[in-house]
């Protein structure tokens, strides 16, 4: 390491006390390691009164949790450890169904603003700018409050063609349920069924290479991997129904002023997905535009130059480049919706915070139950990092 | 530039060190402490009682259009401040109307009492940091239910929607009947006033609250008439105020305060007479009880150190006697005569097995 300009650093006995590297290294490490000091031994000698431990949670219950969908827990034998789970599968069913949703209206919204047809960009603008700019727990009780006053009392349920009904106490729609032979199904059913469905990923595959052997002759495109899909799901599908499927439809049925049997999308469940949804999409969508308008403009007309469709422009020259500035923005709103899934304290959905509330309620021991809530949301921010790190890493890896 | 470098750092060195000096004599201070808690001594220094109230319940405690919080408990927060600091509009209301964090505050020291529609359970008196005085309302979980819904009791509520009030003894007991009478229900859950509000537009098929909840938030609606409450009771819910525990000096204020405001209705005094009788007590016992010499004798302190003998005498100047301030503040709109809330010593005319049960232990 030649020093080009020749003033060389002074040697370390010249340089001040403060400003040797190894005085600053201890010093800072110093500073670092009291202040951590401090504040565990202050939160220890706070603590000092209180039994610390998570035997608590062991403790039956004694309250019963709503909104419970695929599950069916009554708290009475159950364990406030059980109530929170049930909790958590609460909150991660709404974190979801947010995620698919905005994700799909997010980027839709996002290329509409770039659209070339005026009407539909200032729409898309106005979108944005409303769900952006409004707090997202205004928009989470604005819709809670629709649904229970703007929807009819169950006694007035609009019904669509018996299977489909709306009211204030949630929308009812059909959902298959497994027989109850589902489970302890025949060793023969589950054997001919898994050979059905190698034999249909063999067909699949002599599909889809029969597709690119054509595409790459005619240079017209073929979708292989698509094909490939829809001939192996229809298959599977196919070929489970010929088995004598052991599901059925469950309609849903109003008796007295109540629903029974289907799926009832609750109004609290709609609300926060909803809510989250909204807000979040307005995010992705300038998150979707900005990474399109980003791209050299060269792009779009090498594409028009090569004669490619608006739409496949869009998907196979223009949202794969994007992708690789879009999806770690993305990732963030994801974060963003597992986290503001706790606003579903505003609309009387039990979600993983109200059920630890609850017990925390009932129980005290305040400091384990938040190092528990806190634990769930980053195993639940972490599973979500690492989805999408894959994703990024996929549509990175080719170089351009 | 290097001397204010490290004039920086070194201010960020004594600036841990003070920290490291405040946290440890924090310490110390609450060490001292242990056992026994000063509320008293905080609330005299500080010169004002905080009292952790609901603000969504009409009748117990509800804040008012002009920011006012009115109801049955507010006027307890009075009396304790007039008791303690010798003026009844001393006092800051703290919102606790949020159920599940009520104990919290109280834990905290963000409140000195908690006076917000409370019931004494023994789990909470053990597993949470709270001390209860004695009881002010006693009432039970009761059901509303639209008029024309066609339930009579629990029995027709199965797979009923059941909006219920979540981090209260509330959601405890609905879980218990209907394990016992073998129902299933689909729970509602939130804060108090959200549930309430979920139920009158029809999202659910009952509400259920201690009855004196049910009835305060059914008297001030304009559709009074198409809820009803089932005469059913299933459970015993005594409304206390909480203290913290540890603190026997500031829970036996608040104790002696109740027994003083429900003895003086037994006895007689009221807002309008009280300053009468203490200028001239009748007997031994009302000057013990006002803090004030009987015919030229000394007064009695009874042992209260904290707090001058006239603590009982200024709760009664301020908010009248226990019935004063039931009649005032809930009135007709839950009827006493005759109920768990009015005086044992009425109860000769009420008909048989009814009759109430607040009785003020002696003050002596």
Not at chain 1, 188 to 207: C, N
Not at chain 1, 360 to 382: D, P, R
Not at chain 2, 144 to 171: K, L, P
Request: hydrophobic content about 45%; some cysteine; glycine content about 8%.
């Amino acid at each position: 390491m030649a020093v080009a300009t020749g003033s060389a650093p002074p040697p370390p006995s010249e340089v001040p006390l403060l400003y040797r590297r190894g005085v600053r290294r201890l010093l800072t490490q110093g500073i670092y390691v009291a202040i951590t000091a401090v504040v565990i031994g202050y939160v220890y000698t706070s603590l000092d009164l209180r039994e610390f431990g998570f035997g608590f949670l062991n403790e039956p219950a004694a309250f019963k949790v709503g909104n419970q969908w695929l599950v069916d827990v009554d708290g009475v034998t159950n364990s406030r450890i059980t109530m929170y789970l049930v909790g958590v599968w609460s909150s991660l069913r709404a974190v979801l169904v947010a995620i698919a949703l905005s994700t799909v209206i997010g980027v839709l919204v996002g290329v509409a603003r770039l659209s070339s047809n005026w009407l539909v960009a200032q729409m898309a603008m106005l979108y944005v700018e409303i769900f952006r700019n409004t707090p997202l727990l205004v928009q989470v009780v604005l819709v809670y409050t629709i649904l229970l006053i703007g929807a009819p009392l169950i006694e007035n349920v609009v019904n669509v063609g018996d299977f489909f009904f709306i009211s204030n106490r949630g929308m009812a729609m059909p959902w298959p349920v497994p027989d109850e032979g589902f489970w302890n199904a025949p060793i023969w059913f589950v054997g001919v069924w898994v050979a059905a469905l190698i034999a249909m990923a063999v067909v699949a595959g002599r599909v889809r290479a029969q597709r690119q052997e054509r595409e790459r002759e005619t240079g017209q495109p073929q979708y292989g991997n698509r094909w490939a899909l829809g001939v192996f799901a229809l298959g599977a599908v196919v070929s489970f129904f010929a088995l004598g499927a052991p599901v059925s439809m469950d309609e849903p049925m109003i008796v007295g002023t109540h629903y029974i049997e289907g799926m009832v999308m609750e109004p609290e469940f709609t609300a926060l997905v909803a809510g989250l949804t909204l807000y979040t999409s307005a995010f992705i969508a300038e998150i979707v535009r900005g990474g399109i308008q980003a791209l050299p403009r060269g792009q779009t007309e090498a594409a028009n130059a090569v004669g490619l469709s608006g739409y496949q422009r869009l998907t196979l020259v223009i949202l794969p480049q994007a992708l690789r500035q879009i999806i770690p923005s993305v990732t963030n709103q994801y974060l963003n919706i597992n986290k503001n899934s706790s606003l579903a304290y505003a609309v009387l959905y039990d979600d993983l915070f109200r059920v630890a509330n609850i017990v925390q309620n009932k129980a005290g021991h305040a400091l384990e139950m938040f190092f528990v809530i806190i634990v769930t949301y980053m195993l639940i921010s972490f599973a979500i990092s690492v989805v999408m790190n894959f994703f990024n890493a996929r549509v990175t890896a080719q170089r351009i | 530039m290097k001397k204010l470098r490290f004039g920086l750092l070194a201010a960020a060195v004594v600036a841990i060190v003070a920290l490291v000096a405040v946290a440890c004599g924090d310490d110390d201070g609450d060490g001292g402490g242990e056992g026994r808690g000063d509320t008293v001594q905080t609330i005299k220094d500080r010169g004002e009682l905080k009292c952790g109230v609901k603000q969504t319940q009409p009748l117990f405690g509800f804040r008012e259009a002009d920011g006012t919080v009115v109801g049955f408990d507010i006027e307890f927060c009075k009396a304790l401040a007039a008791a303690v600091l010798k003026d009844h509009t001393k006092v800051e209301y703290i919102d606790a109307s949020d159920a599940s964090t009520r104990f919290e505050l109280l834990a905290e020291e963000e409140i000195d009492v908690l006076i917000r529609t409370t019931t004494i359970t023994a789990s909470r008196d053990r597993e949470l940091a709270v001390d209860f005085a004695q009881t002010t309302f006693y009432t039970g979980q009761g059901f509303a239910v639209r008029t024309d819904s066609g339930i009579d009791s629990t029995s027709d509520m199965g797979d009923a929607i059941i909006c219920v009030q979540t981090g209260t003894t509330t959601e405890q007991n609905v879980a218990d009947h209907f394990t016992d009478i073998g129902l299933e229900y689909d729970p509602q859950g939130g804060l108090s006033q959200d549930v309430a509000d979920a139920f009158f537009s029809g999202r659910c098929d009952v509400l259920t609250a201690d009855a004196s909840d049910l009835a305060s938030r059914i008297a001030v609606r304009d559709d009074a008439a198409d809820y009803k409450i089932l005469p059913q009771i299933i459970s015993k819910e005594p409304l206390a105020p909480g203290v913290r525990d540890y603190d026997s000096e500031w829970k036996d204020v608040v104790n002696w305060v109740v027994h003083g405001l429900i003895r003086a209705e037994e006895i007689g005094i009221t807002q309008a007479n009280v300053a009468q009788m203490a200028a001239n007590p009748p007997n031994t016992e009302v000057a013990r009880l006002l803090g004030v010499p009987f015919q030229g004798g000394e007064v009695a302190a009874l042992g209260f150190d904290s707090v001058d003998p006239q603590f009982i005498q200024r709760a009664i100047a301020a908010v009248g006697n226990y019935g004063e301030i039931y009649d005032r503040t809930i009135g007709d709109n839950i009827p006493r005569a005759c109920t768990l809330n009015d005086l044992v010593i009425n109860n000769s005319g009420c008909p048989d097995g009814q009759g109430g049960i607040q009785y003020a232990l002696p003050y002596r």
